[in-house]
Structures are given as C-alpha cells and as structure tokens.
C-alpha cells in the first residue's frame, strides 16, 4: 500500500514544481518581451511622428499597451508588432529573435538598414513576416525555414542580394511568398518551391534571376498568381499549365526576360486568367485565335515580342478586356472591327507592326478608351470625319504617326489633348 502513496506524492510534487515554473517562465517571459522591445526602440535613429522614441514606449506603461504592440490576453506575450509606415529609420535588433510568442511581424515602408536578423528563425509561432519595402541588405536567411508556420513572407523592395534559400520549400503552410524588386539577388528560382502545395502567390519580379522556369512549379496546384519580370529567364514557358497543373491561375506574369517558342496552345485552358503578361520576350508565331474564350481576361500584355499572323477577331469576345498591347510585333492584316465590342477598353495599343486597312469606325466608339495608339504601320485611309459616330469623351492619347492615313484632321480632334 506504501507504493501507490509514494507515486501520489511524486505526482503532486512533480505538479507544484511545474505550475512554479510556469509562474516563474511566465513572468521571465514577459520580462524577456519588454526588454526585446526596448532593444528594438533602442537601434530606432529616426521617429519622425514620435511614436515609437518619445510616445507611451516606456517602462511607466505596460508594453501591451505601447502602440503597434499587441499581446495574447491571458498571458501577457507579444503576439504582434506592427510599426509599419512610420517613416523609422535605423535597424533591427537581433532581439526580435526573443518575442517568442511573436504571430505577425509587420514593419513594412520604413528605412530600416542593414541585415535581417537569422534570429527571426527562433520565432516558432510567426505566421506573418512583413518587412517590405526598407533597406535591408544581406541574404535572406536561410533558416527561416524553421518557422514552419509561416503563411506570408514579403521581404520584396529591399537591397537584399544572393540567391533564394532553396530551405524556403520546407516551409509547409507558405501561401504568400514576395520578393520583387531585390535586384541584387541572382541565381535560378529553387525547384524546392515547388514542393509547397499551399502556395498561392509568388512574386520574383526585379530578383535578378536567371535559368529556366522551373518544370517544378507546375506541382503548384493552389497557384493564383505568379509573377517574374525578370530581364533573363529564358528557354520555353512550361505547356500545359492549367488543364492539369494550375486550374485556378488568375495572374501569368513573365514579362521583360527572355522566353522564346510559341505563344502556348494551351493558355485558353486557363479559364480564370485575369492578367496575361508575356511582353518584352522573343515568343513567335501568331496570337492563337482561342485566346478569345478567356472570359474574364482583363490585361493582356503582347508587346515586344516576334508575333506574326493577325490580330484574331476572337479578341472582340473578351468583353472584360480593359488593356491589350500588341505594340512592337510583325503582325500583319487589318484591325477586326470585332474590337469595337470591347467596351471597357482602356488601353488599345498595336504600333510598330505591319497593319494595314483602314481604322474600323466601331473603335471610334469605344467611350472607355483612354489611350489609341497605332503609329509605325501602313494604315490607309480616312479617320471618320463625322462627330456624330465619334465617341471617346476619355480618350488622352491618340497616336497614329507615320502610316498612309489621309484626308483632313476631323475638327472633333480639338477634344483631345494629345494628338499625332
Ligand atoms: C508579466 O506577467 C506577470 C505574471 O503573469 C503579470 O502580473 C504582469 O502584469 C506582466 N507584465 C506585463 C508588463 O505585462
Ligand atoms: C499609447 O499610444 C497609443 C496611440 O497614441 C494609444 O492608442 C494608446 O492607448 C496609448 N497607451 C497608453 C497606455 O496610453
Ligand atoms: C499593420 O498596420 C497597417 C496599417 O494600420 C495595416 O494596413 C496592416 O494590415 C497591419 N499589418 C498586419 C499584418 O496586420
Ligand atoms: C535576447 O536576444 C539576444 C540576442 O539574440 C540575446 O543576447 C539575449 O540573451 C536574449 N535574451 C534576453 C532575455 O534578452
Ligand atoms: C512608402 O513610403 C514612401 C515614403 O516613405 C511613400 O512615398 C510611398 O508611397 C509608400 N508606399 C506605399 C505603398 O504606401
Ligand atoms: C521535395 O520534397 C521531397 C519530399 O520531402 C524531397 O524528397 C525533394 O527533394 C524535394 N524537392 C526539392 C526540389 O527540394
Ligand atoms: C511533383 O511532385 C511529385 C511528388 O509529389 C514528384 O514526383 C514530381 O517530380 C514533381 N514534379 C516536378 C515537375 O517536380
Ligand atoms: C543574363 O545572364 C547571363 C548569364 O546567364 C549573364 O551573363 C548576363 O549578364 C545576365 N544579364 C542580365 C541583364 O542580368
Ligand atoms: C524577328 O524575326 C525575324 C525573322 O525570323 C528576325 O530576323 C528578327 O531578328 C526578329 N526580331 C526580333 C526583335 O527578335
Ligand atoms: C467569338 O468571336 C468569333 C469572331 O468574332 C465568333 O465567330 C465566335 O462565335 C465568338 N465565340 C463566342 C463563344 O462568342
Ligand atoms: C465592365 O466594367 C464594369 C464596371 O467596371 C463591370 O460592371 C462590367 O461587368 C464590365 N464588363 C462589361 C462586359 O461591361
Ligand atoms: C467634344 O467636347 C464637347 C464638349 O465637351 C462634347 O460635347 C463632345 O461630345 C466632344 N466630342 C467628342 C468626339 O468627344
């Protein structure tokens, strides 16, 4: 009968020791967040709105009630700090390291300089890392992979350089991954990344980068929007995309690298595509006549590439369409007056191709148009000289140099602000 006591009183011990721990690590805990805070204050060299250096950041007041603070209830643990667009200047302490309760982490249009601290890696619970555009430099950590709840990382429009932790594709709850415009980065996009099934936007516009698109992403199947603007991709977009890989793709962004081949057969697969940006590559071959089914396309971004062919009438189908430039091509035939049913039209920009024909009166009566421009072509004929068929009370730009156009200048052009 002695034995089970003894057990009953090792349990209660065991007990007491532990909620005195508890007691003990819960006070040194928040100790520890004051003291990380106060580190943090302590590398600011700019305030300009006195916020953080000069407002209720002080020991006489609780830091849960410091401004861009804010604590989990019952335990009194810093669960986020936000001091984004302050105007603050100076770096991060490797402090932050020790907000251990830390979820989200937000100090993004600031002028923080120097590195990212490694030691946001020994935050187990942040799931929002947001310190876009500063000016940190250095590389982007590659143990950052060990906070496995990361869902957001934005680190885009800082001075970060190398390359992209080929680490980030351990973390497995990813959604958002942005880090556009760090143009000191190079290397290839990690085939890692495409081990993260939860990833739905990846920005790496302005990174530097270079290789192929890697044939690895295509296992991305929550991907929405991807985005690579990038100078010096190259080799073929990836077929096949949507029918068996990114069934929800709204936003295809490669513009500004170096793909070569075909406009891809498939792309009127991508049903959801919103924005469609292949410009400034070297695609050949022509517009394929089914990108007229993509019904909710709004953007569409053909220019500086090599196209030949002709602008298919399709195009008239997409009746969401807002934006299509087809400047800089070899595209040849006459403009479809098709486009005339694209009413909410804003963009139409097809100079510098080999069109001929006349301009298709129905195009004179798209009144969202903003911007016209058709200049470097071999357009013939007479602008409409009627005011009564003309109607573009938006119309900014119209520009239509150098092409056979003739007759007079119809006088409804003294509407307009810019001309020729
Ligand atoms: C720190 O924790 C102790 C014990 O849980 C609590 O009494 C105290 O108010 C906390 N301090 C701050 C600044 O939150
Ligand atoms: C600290 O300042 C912020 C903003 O001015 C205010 O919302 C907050 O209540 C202040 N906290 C205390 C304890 O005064
Ligand atoms: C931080 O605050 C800004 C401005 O109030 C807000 O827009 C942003 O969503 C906040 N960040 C997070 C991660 O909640
Ligand atoms: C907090 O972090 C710094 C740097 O990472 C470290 O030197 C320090 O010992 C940590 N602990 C406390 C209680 O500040
Ligand atoms: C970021 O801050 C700068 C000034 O510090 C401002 O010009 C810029 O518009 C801000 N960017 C955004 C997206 O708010
Ligand atoms: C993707 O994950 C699998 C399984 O964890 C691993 O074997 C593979 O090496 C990873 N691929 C890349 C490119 O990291
Ligand atoms: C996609 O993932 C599977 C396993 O999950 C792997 O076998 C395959 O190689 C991956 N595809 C690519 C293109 O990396
Ligand atoms: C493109 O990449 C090549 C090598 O792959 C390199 O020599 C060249 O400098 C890069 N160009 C740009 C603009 O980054
Ligand atoms: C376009 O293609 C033609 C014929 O294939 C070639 O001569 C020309 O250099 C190409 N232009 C560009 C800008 O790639
Ligand atoms: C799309 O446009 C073409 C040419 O204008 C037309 O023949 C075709 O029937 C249209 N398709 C749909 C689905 O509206
Ligand atoms: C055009 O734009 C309006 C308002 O932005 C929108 O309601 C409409 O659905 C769009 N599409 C068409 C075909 O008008
Ligand atoms: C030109 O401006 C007048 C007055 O603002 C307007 O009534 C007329 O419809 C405009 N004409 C065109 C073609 O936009």
Redo the contacts with the bound molecule.
Sequence with gaps: MEKPKVLLYGVLLLQFLCSLHFAVSSANSNFTDQSALLAIQSKLTFDPTKTVLGGNWTTTTSFCNWIGVSCSKQRQRVTALNLSYMGLQGTIFPHVGNLSSLVSLDLRNNSFIGLLPHEISRLPRLRILVLQENELEGNIPPTLYQCRQLEIISLAANRLNGLIPKELGLLPRLQQLYLAKNSLMSGEIPSSLGNISTLKRLSLDQCGLTGSFPSALLNLSSLVAISLYDKNISGFLPIDICDNHWPNVQIFSVSYNKFSGLIPSWIHQCAQLVTLSLSYNSLVGSIPREIGSLQYLEELYLDGNNLTGTIPPTIGNI??LKYLGVELNNIQGSIPPELGRL??LTSLLFSSNGLTGVLPPQIFNIS?LKKLAGSNNALSGELPNSSNTVHLPNLESFQFSNNHITGNIPSYFSNFTSLF
Excluded: C, G, K, R
């Design positions: 009746t969401n009413s909410n969202s």
